[in-house]
DNA sequence: TCATTTAATGTACACGCGTACATTATGGCA
DNA sequence: TGCCATAATGTACGCGTGTACATTAAATGA
């Protein structure tokens, strides 16, 4: 039918090379009949352009299955477009709900898919070397959010250093409130003074506080709620009713004895812990010794985490809108001009709320 | 001291501008008096080089804080040095255990970071559309281990061409038996056929089986189990006693109903349910109806998560090692030297374990 | 019709690195 | 000393884009 001509060669190599050797913006070029800086602005909708030509192009780029490269794309454009997000260390990641950065991690894959970015994971090294700042430097990451951040020093030299560089970050969930990062928190100092009402409402009046470490400002924020509740109420601070645990499962469990004399003695009456692993914990530890939530001491936990359905009874908790903060803390970082709008200034605070189950 | 020279100059370019204007290459060969290529050659340790040159590059690049441009280097050599993980839709996280992928996720982490690569987190489309492939043409992977594959048309269709292609890949917990891909999977028919032999070893002999969606090799694979332990143990399958599920805790919370007037007439007297999740809804549903797991009925779970920790009676279940499954995909992939001679070839399974606890 | 603006396209180069190849230093050996 | 093999380094270019600038085509106005 038709000759073996130049066109029958070219259609050859289409249909059998187009996945051996990538065919580049050239390829497309040649067949449309145009340069290529035309094809570069048709697919990049730059620069007016006749209609007819914008057609030949992406015909003969749906043909050949052309797909430019995004090494070249981010090499030429000088941006990775990668957001990176930096995890704790494998370790740690246990003492953190797993559902917590799943939630999270969701919420900033929502917007950086919609902004066109890729998500980078960023595993923090254990032994303290952390060098964020690289991350930019290499060009490997556009921006970061930095989640399980702890206020330990070498963490604030290296966010010191982002800042110092002007590189775009966003924590989540951790406030460095004499530093003035761009953050997005939660309002856990309302959501601890709601639970402890609550436990005060019930006419509970000696509530013990099971804290996580302070290098979290999280921690300090439900302290300073749990504290507020109980001024409040007239009700005096009673330093033997605060515990610390480290928001492992573990640490609320091996607090069992101490509280469970407490209990027993009559100088607890309810527990706040400031997440629901260490409330589970407790709970365990407390039933193994006899005494039950919700029956002989009321608990609250934190976090909505999965872990306070499946309790029994139920775990009365805070549910931390944890998707919404990803998204936001993404949107921060890749679209500032709604996030702006989206918040009122400053207003970094998302609202929490309690949730009432049968552990109170 | 000094007069003010073009080393002066420098000097200040360096202290001033570096984190300004990225340095480049030129910049170090130029303050150590060498051509950009010895730079190069000292920085990948390629080519005899004299160590005398090799440290006065090193302390160029050290003065000036150089850090190679991944962008550049990714270009120059083609390789984006990311392994792309592809995760189930947003919603469906939910149906696995979010610990499930963590713990994977986490796997695959530490042996990328060892082989020099990074993670590029993809979301699957919720809405078909799911082009692994261009991933690798567009050239922002390189290899990529895929999470929570189902065996619908147009996941066949999207590894079949990833496999066309020449891209490699691994798939975790899914088998396509007739396919031949890389993959790293457990023993799960051994793991299930363990677990009903511990209920059969009690005495049991009415033991139901909710399992997941058909479209995963694992729930077939754990219908094989059951099956095989009822047949060694001369029991009956009675297809009465096999439910369908889809892994949430939501779907086994509602098979109470129907399970709970069976073990109330006699016709069920044990549970084993084809994941954690689903367990612990069905060991919440039946105790809203009155019946307890481990006194009414025996139950097991699989997956070993950390919910099956906390219920009450605590689940007894079957571990699977997500963490090494991680390691081993990654593993797979970027060190198949390695890999082979870590498996028996053929040998993707990993060994589960029952673990006895209360509900049983 | 021609001059002048504006649309549309082409040409040329930078981006920062890896690396093939050319070139120059070095050392061994006769 | 001269020759050769090899070590060490330099030169030059490609990788596939984006885009500034130059050029040409079309449109507008007198």
Not at 54 to 65: D, H, T, Y
Not at 336 to 357: N, Y
Request: aromatic share 8%.
């Amino acid at each position: 039918m038709y000759a073996c001509t130049l066109n029958d060669e070219d259609s050859l190599e289409h249909s059998l090379f187009r996945r051996l050797w990538n065919i580049s913006r050239k390829e497309v070029a040649k067949l449309a009949g145009v340069s290529e800086a035309t094809v570069s602005r048709v697919l990049n909708n730059v620069g007016p352009m006749k209609e007819k030509t914008r057609e030949r192009v992406l015909k003969a780029a749906a043909e050949l299955g052309y797909v430019p490269s995004a090494l070249a794309q981010q090499f030429a454009r000088r941006r990775s477009g990668n957001v990176g997000v930096i995890l704790p260390a494998v370790p740690k990641v246990h003492l953190f709900s797993t559902y917590y950065f799943s939630e999270i991690l969701s919420g900033i894959g929502e917007t950086a898919k919609r902004c066109g970015y890729d998500l980078l994971l960023i595993f923090r090294e254990p032994e303290g070397a952390r060098d964020y700042a690289k991350l930019f430097r290499m060009q490997k990451i556009d921006a970061c959010i930095v989640l399980g951040s702890r206020d330990v020093p070498e963490e604030r030299a290296a966010l010191a250093e982002l800042k110092a560089g002007g590189h775009p970050f966003c924590l989540v969930n951790q406030r460095y409130d004499d530093e003035r990062y761009e953050t997005v928190d939660a309002d856990h100092l309302a959501g601890s003074r709601e639970a402890v009402r609550h436990l005060l409402a019930q006419g509970k009046r000696k509530v013990a506080f099971v804290n996580g470490p302070e290098e979290y400002s999280n921690s300090a924020d439900r302290l300073e709620g749990y504290l507020a509740a109980l001024a409040e109420a007239g009700v005096e601070r009673e330093d033997e009713r605060i515990f610390a645990g480290n928001y492992s499962r573990k640490s609320g469990y091996e607090l069992a004895g101490t509280i469970a004399e407490r209990i027993r003695g009559g100088g607890i009456d309810a527990v706040f812990a400031a997440n629901d692993r260490m409330a589970i914990g407790l709970l365990q530890g407390l039933r193994e010794r006899g005494i039950e939530a919700g029956d002989h001491y009321a608990l609250v936990g934190y976090d909505d985490s999965d872990g306070s359905r499946i309790t029994s009874p139920r775990l009365s908790t805070v549910a931390v809108p944890f998707y919404e903060m990803g998204r936001m803390a993404a949107a921060r970082l890749l679209e500032p001009e709604l996030g702006d709008s989206a918040l009122q200034d400053g207003g970094t605070m998302l609202p929490v709320s309690f949730i009432r189950r049968e552990t109170s």
